[in-house]
């Protein structure tokens, strides 16, 4: 699987000969000036809640790429307003068989509403299999016991988990939920954007480093294979 990132909590996904993108959050994001927006490949756009700093280019890509949109019923809904018809709406705890391979949308702690204030459902998290492997990405949440449920279905290879504190979990109890889910590659997302979320990245790799973990912290444009 090829992964890139794009700032904040936005990765792109190659696997099964598809492109899937996660939380588009790049035109309003100063750390990703360099990025060009309209080179970005999706063939699927996950939503994991409504949140600007998650959902901002999610049309506008959706839009030139065509991609389907994947989120919970009601940013479904939402993008199909936005008038983007092709979207698949999940809910909590289901599974889904996609061209690339296989989605469950999972629980995640946090609150959902879009920038006018419209209700965008439960947040949510996603675990991806596809060529072998599995993956989470937790959108934001704050450490929470369900994570242990995941474990019991899944064998991750690699998970992205928010660490940058205040509006998510931090470095502590991001080294707890690896510990849950029983993963030991954690790619961190969701720090550094915004003043209230700034992270020292060298204290945050010792830290895992400590727990037996491995932390990687992208460079935004950065491509690694996993
Ligand atoms: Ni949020
Ligand atoms: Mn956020």
Known sequence: MKVKYYGHSCFSIHTGGKALLF???????????????????????FLSHAHHDHTA??????????????????????AKRQGHENTHPMNIGGFFTFDFGTVQMVKAVHS?????GSYGGNA??????????????????ALTFDMQLIAERHNLNFAFLPIGNNFTMDIT???????????NHIIGMHYD???????DHQEAVNQFNLS????????????LDL
């Open 23 to 45: 939380d588009p959050f790049i035109s309003e994001n100063p750390l990703a000036k360099d990025i060009d927006i309209s080179s970005i490949e999706a063939d699927y756009i």
């Open 57 to 78: 280019d999610a049309i506008a890509i959706a839009e030139r790429t065509g991609a389907k949109i994947i989120g919970i019923w009601e940013i479904s809904e939402w």
């Open 112 to 116: 959902s509403s879009f920038s006018d």
């Open 124 to 141: 949510a998290g996603f675990v991806i299999s596809s060529e072998g492997k599995s993956f989470y990405y937790s959108g934001d949440t």
């Open 173 to 183: 109890d991001a080294i707890s939920a690896s510990k849950f889910i029983k993963c």
């Open 193 to 199: 954007t915004f003043g209230y979320i700034l992270v």
């Open 212 to 223: 037996g973990k491995l932390l990687t912290l992208m460079n935004i444009g950065q491509t």
